[in-house]
């Protein structure tokens, strides 16, 4: 198992479409003429150069502000608050590849019952508030997008049965410190996902092949 934020971790991961930035793939172009005819929108492109100049420079921007730092400290002790109130015990999940390492994932943990917990610790608490008002998946899949589809590709990398999406603020009272929401697997989504996958591959390479035969010499 590749450990999470290692240095391994990050050049497993170069290059790679992954779960927490699935999401660009699933955004349908804005013309009707381009949706219509199957063309990727401009998001999904402008994603997949992304990922061709780390293919291509071994290099990735790795980007942290203040909330990221935040919830990644906090990380374990959600983890532990979790376990606490829920009495299911976590494990460390690490990076899974999937589709010949075209993609892959990282759950924050698997559970011991077959299911693994994405956490989020929002830097700015109105986001926890929000999280404690999630009204259903269909709610969840339309508002929360991104992590809509990252727990639904992480859960079809590991091959779960559920996923724990769970917001966790210290700061707040005792019984508002932690909310869990289940989000259930969606088989068609997940068929859906695989296919905005492998038509990612195929765009990369050749947006690959066109940039080499433009510039060979």
């Known amino acids: 198992m590749i450990e999470q934020y290692s240095q391994e971790w990050f050049n497993q991961r170069l290059g790679k479409i992954t779960s927490s930035t699935i999401w660009n793939l699933m955004v349908e172009p804005k013309e009707k003429t381009k949706k219509d005819a199957g063309d990727l929108s401009s998001t999904t492109k402008e994603y997949l150069m992304g990922k061709l100049a780390e293919r291509l420079t071994g290099v990735q921007r790795e980007f942290k502000s203040d909330a990221t730092v935040h919830g990644l400290e906090l990380e374990n002790e959600a983890l532990s608050h ?12 690490g990076y899974i590849e999937a589709v010949n390492g075209l993609y892959g994932g990282t759950p924050d943990a698997f559970t011991e019952d077959n299911g693994i917990v994405q956490v989020k610790c929002p830097y700015n608490y109105v986001n926890h508030i929000h999280y404690g008002l999630i009204d259903g998946q269909d709610f969840f899949k339309s508002k929360y997008r ?13 091959g779960k049965e559920y996923c724990d999406f769970v917001s966790y603020c210290p700061d707040m009272p005792k019984e508002l410190k932690l909310f869990v929401f289940r989000i259930e697997p969606n088989l068609d989504d997940m068929n859906l996902l695989l296919k905005k996958v492998d038509e990612a591959g195929k765009y990369l390479n050749n947006l690959y092949s066109l940039l080499e035969t433009k510039w060979k010499r």
């Open 82 to 93: 979790y376990t606490l109130v829920t009495g299911k015990l976590v494990f460390e999940a």
């Open 146 to 158: 991104e992590y809509y589809w990252q727990c639904q590709s992480d859960m079809l990398v590991a």
